[in-house]
């Protein structure tokens, strides 16, 4: 007796698993994706050059990637992907599959959970490569979100790197000038006070003095610039910042 039950109690389960998958189960198809996100520093050529005075690029590719798999799962981006594909009414045409029903008149935030589920985005560590894998009930569909996801994501990076950029460049131009007027008023002073101590070799003392100066100056726009790259993905009460 208690063997027939052993039986039925393994049997029953398979049976209806069995019956589920070959009779009710929509079938699903993956498609797959990926892009490289770079430092925009490698983009960005002689620019990138000028922002080495500050220790680094406007962004690294491990906070870029992300920030891509942020843009993936949100709002947003489902906001544009249903205008171009219309992902609603695909996420309905789930057939008998009980289990993955999506009533039409599903809210937003049902929507997005669905996409989530359907739509998966993660950073490989060793190249900063984010891959993506997208399910569908058609293979076409799967094939044509995945091409629409990764075109909105790259264009999604460098938009943000290139804003990042620009700000950047504005900030250390506005700096160097700075550090330049102010440069101007401390090598009038010194030539004021070498003047007044009768100073023997002038030149030699300058010299020395608007090294320090210059170097002062530079570590101070290393740090602002550094706050403010730092600002752009932490809280003002972070350790970091």
């Known amino acids: 007796m208690k063997n027939k039950e052993l039986l039925f109690a393994v049997l029953l389960p398979l049976g209806l698993f069995a019956f589920y998958q070959i009779f009710l189960a929509a079938r699903i198809y993956e498609a797959q994706g990926c892009f490289v996100v770079k430092q925009s520093g490698e983009e960005l050529g002689g620019v990138g050059l000028g922002l080495g005075l500050l220790g680094g690029s406007p962004s690294?590719?491990?906070?870029?990637?992300?920030?891509a798999v942020e843009f993936?799962?949100?709002?947003?981006l489902l906001s544009t992907l249903q205008e171009q594909l219309d992902l609603r009414s695909h996420y309905q045409q789930y057939g008998a599959d009980i289990l993955r029903y999506f009533p039409d008149d599903a809210s937003k935030e049902d929507f997005l959970e669905r996409y989530r589920k359907m739509v998966q985005a993660k950073i490989d560590p060793e190249n900063n490569v984010v891959v993506l894998t997208v399910h569908a009930y058609e293979p076409k569909v799967a094939q044509d979100l995945a091409a629409a996801i990764t075109r909105e994501g790259e264009a999604f990076i460098n938009r943000i790197s290139e804003e990042m950029a620009r700000e950047q460049v504005a900030f250390v131009e506005v700096e160097v000038n700075f550090a330049e007027s102010r440069l101007k008023e401390v090598r009038q002073q010194l030539l004021e006070f070498q003047d007044a101590q009768r100073v023997l070799d002038p030149?030699?003392?300058?010299?020395?003095?608007a090294g320090l100066i210059v170097g002062l100056e530079e570590k101070l726009v290393q740090a602002r610039a550094e706050q403010i790259r730092l600002r752009r993905f932490m809280k003002e009460d972070a350790p970091e910042v």
Do not use: G, Q
């Open 60 to 67: 690294s590719s491990r906070e870029d990637a992300a920030l």
């Open 203 to 209: 030149e030699h003392v300058s010299e020395a003095a």
């Open 72 to 76: 993936i799962h949100s709002p947003n």
